[in-house]
C-alpha cells in the first residue's frame, strides 16, 4: 500500500526546474506533498483531492491523475531552500462509502539537493 | 497560531521504565495522530484520535498506549519499550479530516537503552 516515489534523490543547481512522481497501486483518495529538512518535522505543501481539489502553497503546483493513482510535484525556480526530503502520503479510497480510509501512508521519500 | 507542542524534546529511557510523551495544539483541530519516524525512513502512522475517540490503531504493540483527555492534549504513555522502539515520535492534528492541512510538531527523540 506504500505509494512509491521517483526519483529517490536529485541534485539541481539554483534555478532549475524538478518533477517529484508519486505513483499508487491502489484507487486514491487524496494525495498529501510534505518537505522534511534534516532534524525537523515534515511542513505542509499541497493537497490533492479527488474530483481535483487542490489546497497548497501558490509557489507549489501539482498535478493528481486519478485514474492512473499518480500524483506529481512540480518545483520550478528552484532555490537553496527547497533542499530536503519530499514525501507524498497517499489516503486510499474507502468504497462504497466515496470517502478515504483516513489513514496516510507515506513513500519513501525523494531527497532533493539545490546547489549554488 | 499554527503550532503544535511536543514534550520533551528528547527522552532516553531504560526497557523497565514508564514515560509519557505530551503533544498539545490550540488550534481548535479535532483530528490528532501520532507518527513513528526511524532515521531515513517516511514517518509511520501510530493512531488517529478523532473528536477524542480512537479512531484507528495501526497494529501498534501494547506496550505504545496513546491518550487524548481533551480535544487539545495527546499523550502516548511508553512502557517495557525495546531498543528497536527508538526513534522520532510526531504528532500532528488537522481540522476535522485528512483533507485538511496536517500540522506536525517538532517531535521527540525518543532513545531506549
Known amino acids: 500500500q506504500q505509494p512509491v516515489q521517483s526519483p529517490q534523490a536529485v541534485i539541481l543547481r539554483e534555478g532549475e526546474d524538478a518533477v517529484i512522481n508519486c505513483s499508487s497501486s491502489k484507487a486514491l483518495y487524496s494525495v498529501h506533498w510534505y518537505r522534511q529538512k534534516h532534524g525537523e518535522a515534515p511542513v505542509f505543501l499541497m493537497i490533492?483531492?479527488?474530483?481535483?481539489e487542490q489546497k497548497g502553497h501558490e509557489k507549489i503546483s501539482a498535478s493528481f491523475n486519478e485514474k492512473k493513482q499518480q500524483s506529481s510535484l512540480y518545483l520550478t525556480a528552484s532555490q537553496l531552500s527547497y533542499s530536503g526530503t519530499y514525501f507524498c502520503?497517499?489516503?486510499?479510497?474507502?468504497?462504497?462509502?466515496?470517502?478515504?480510509?483516513?489513514?496516510?501512508?507515506f513513500g519513501k521519500g525523494t531527497k532533493l539537493t539545490v546547489n549554488p | 497560531d499554527t503550532e503544535v507542542t511536543q514534550t520533551p524534546k528528547h527522552l532516553v529511557m531504560g526497557m523497565t521504565n514508564k514515560k509519557s510523551l505530551k503533544c498539545e495544539q490550540h488550534m481548535g483541530h479535532r483530528a490528532m495522530y501520532w507518527y513513528k519516524q526511524k532515521a531515513k525512513k517516511p514517518p509511520e502512522l501510530m493512531f488517529v484520535y478523532s473528536y477524542e475517540k480512537l479512531s484507528i490503531n495501526e497494529s501498534v504493540p501494547s506496550r505504545f498506549s496513546p491518550e487524548c483527555p481533551n480535544s487539545s492534549l495527546l499523550n502516548l504513555h511508553l512502557h517495557a519499550l525495546q531498543p528497536e522502539d527508538s526513534a522520532l515520535y510526531l504528532c500532528?492534528?488537522?481540522?476535522?479530516?485528512?483533507?485538511?492541512?496536517?500540522?506536525f510538531g517538532p517531535g521527540t527523540r525518543l532513545t531506549v537503552l
Open positions: 502520503g497517499t489516503e486510499v479510497g474507502h468504497p462504497p462509502y466515496q470517502g478515504g480510509s483516513e489513514k496516510l501512508v
Open positions: 490533492l483531492l479527488k474530483g481535483g
Open positions: 500532528a492534528s488537522s481540522r476535522q479530516t485528512l483533507t485538511d492541512t496536517q500540522y
